[in-house]
């Protein structure tokens, strides 16, 4: 998924379904996820907000959503 304006952005896969699982049943492999960007020209910058920012309404959130 490519990230443009700012906003909210979502992100859903199969493969995310498989890694919160492998985290889930064994913690100790559980290093989070990076995002990468396109480094390959000026001006790709993208920020993202972590749990440290003080404005709840920008606040990343992990929702996960099971049967």
């Given at each position: 998924m490519e990230v443009?304006?700012?906003?909210?952005?979502?992100w859903t896969s199969e493969h995310m379904v498989a890694d919160v699982q492998s985290w889930l049943d064994d913690p100790s492999t559980d290093f989070g996820w990076l995002i990468k960007g396109n480094e390959a020209g000026m001006g790709t910058v993208k920020r993202f907000d972590s749990k440290d920012n003080s404005d709840p309404n920008v606040?990343?959130?992990?929702?996960?959503e099971f049967e």
């Open positions: 443009g304006a700012p906003g909210k952005y979502t606040l990343p959130i992990l929702e996960i």
